[in-house]
């Protein structure tokens, strides 16, 4: 299942995100064990790394996803008849037939190049920009590998791709957005909150994207009610101001059964939540291909040099019954 986390800059998204993937990898063996887990860290301001509890020295050591999009894109093509070549591949192409596909965890030449584990979390990172990147990229540039990796995965119940994405409604600048079973807003009872999940919420609709709000840093009734006021239904469920998160903030992280009892209920709902939700991937597809097509007529046909219309596959739908190669 893929789950994203998207808010307002400071709304905590990336803190929420860490805290799932610890509680997804802290499961024991009453529950079964560690469920299959990947997180990913497409925020530019790359932040998951020490989130979940790297160093900022070990955080700049781990591999990026931008590095190696050649190879991401030589090894996800893999047969496909309808691609030309790896660098005909854009950040929409989509899967077809002879394509590889990835499952969440297993033996692949990707994962040990751009995965490494932090805390117990196998983490991949987009990485941020570099000196080249100033003043002539943008950061969908650096999000490309992600959304290649999030069309090419095949993902069942059980398993769990966490994905912290950028702040407010930026995702919308390509279909990144619709590569999820799962979308939890962060929203602080503020104003400014309210405005970005009005925003986000006005796009994803659009879409069918269900958007489940989450409340941070609350302190008391009143901020909930602030919250049912402004978002109503899609109020999930809320965290309260953490000294675990403090303290994680400090740099001084504990373990994962530390949280407080309150905030750990908040984070077995939304496991529960996304555990409910059942895989489209007919849909998946279908939005993956409407803004592959999208994005070759705005730009990716002319940087190309190739109609990239061709290489959408109409017959093509991945999941679990599509072979992993």
């Not at 077809?96 to 490494?116: F, K």
């Not at 090419?152 to 999820?180: K, Q």
């Not at 994005?295 to 596959?313: F, K, Y």
Request: charged content about 20%; some cysteine; hydrophobic content about 40%.
């Amino acid at each position: 299942m893929k789950i994203s986390f998207v808010g307002k800059g400071g709304s905590g998204k990336t803190t929420l995100a860490a805290l799932f993937a610890r509680h997804l990898a802290a499961a024991g063996p009453a529950d079964g064990g560690p469920p299959p887990l990947l997180a990913i860290d497409a925020d530019i301001n790359q932040h998951l790394g020490t989130a979940l509890g790297a160093t900022e020295e070990e955080a700049a050591r781990l591999p990026t996803l931008g590095d190696h999009l050649p190879q991401i894109k030589e090894y996800l093509r893999g047969e496909n008849p309808r691609i030309s070549s790896a660098a005909a591949m854009v950040k929409t192409t989509p899967p077809g037939r002879g394509s590889r596909l990835l499952p969440v965890d297993g033996d692949n030449p990707l994962y040990p190049a751009v995965v490494r584990e932090v805390a117990g979390v196998r983490l991949a990172v987009t990485g941020p920009f570099g000196a080249d990147d100033l003043g002539v990229s943008c950061y969908h540039a650096k999000v490309g590998a992600v959304e290649l990796l999030l069309n090419h995965l095949v993902d069942g119940p059980g398993e769990y791709v966490v994905v912290d994405m950028t702040a407010g409604a930026d995702s919308f600048a390509s279909g990144l957005f619709t590569r999820f079973d799962a979308t939890f807003l962060v929203c602080e009872p503020t104003l400014r909150s309210m405005g970005v999940y009005r925003q986000y919420v006005g796009y994803a609709r659009e879409y069918g994207v269900r958007v489940h709000v989450v409340g941070n840093k609350v302190d008391d009734h009143g901020d909930v009610e602030f919250l049912r006021q402004h978002v109503g239904a899609d109020l999930l469920t809320w965290l309260t101001r953490s000294d675990y998160v403090k303290s994680a903030e400090r740099g001084v992280p504990g373990p994962a059964h530390a949280l407080e009892p309150g905030n750990r209920a908040a984070l077995d709902l939304l496991r529960v939540t996304v555990d409910e939700q059942v895989q489209d991937w007919a849909t998946f597809q279908r939005h993956a291909v409407e803004f592959h097509l999208r994005n070759a007529v705005a730009w990716a046909n002319d940087r190309v040099g190739e109609d990239l219309a061709g290489q959408v596959d109409p017959d093509f739908v991945p999941g679990p019954q599509a072979p992993v190669r």
